[in-house]
């Protein structure tokens, strides 16, 4: 069992920047891919970023690549998405999730591929 606990999320203005953690608990964290999923309001979830296991391997959604960056520390059993150049767009309930089935590569740009999940953290930008 993991579990995943989210936090950083806050109101900023447009152009500011957010870092979001993610806890987890557990030994096995150094063995999952982990990501980055968001929801806006009325909006359905979707893939921001993830990392393999050791951190060696990134993706970004096209709509957050070169501001976005995520990366881990697995002493800490902690994954970490840095904000910059927020736009209004990027409002959304964030949550973080693990892919403790290992699959890994291409399979987590989709929700489907991860089995835990927190429970989120609100990203509010203004104008």
């Known amino acids: 069992q993991v579990q995943l606990v989210e936090s950083g999320g806050g109101l900023v203005q447009a152009g500011g920047s957010l870092r979001l953690s993610c806890a987890a608990s557990g030994r096995t964290f150094s063995s999952y891919s982990m990501g980055w999923f968001r929801q806006a309001p009325g909006k359905g979830r979707k893939f921001v970023a993830a990392a393999s296991s050791t951190g060696g391997s990134t993706l970004y959604a096209d709509s957050v690549e070169g501001r976005f960056t995520i990366s881990r520390d697995n002493a800490k059993n902690t994954v970490y998405l840095q904000m910059n150049s927020l736009e209004p767009e990027d409002t959304a309930v964030y949550y973080c999730?693990?892919?403790?089935?290992?699959?890994?590569?291409?399979?987590?740009?989709?929700?489907?591929?991860?089995?835990?999940w927190g429970q989120g953290t609100q990203v509010t930008v203004s104008s």
């Open positions: 999730a693990a892919d403790s089935r290992g699959i890994g590569g291409v399979g987590l740009f989709s929700d489907r591929s991860y089995d835990y």
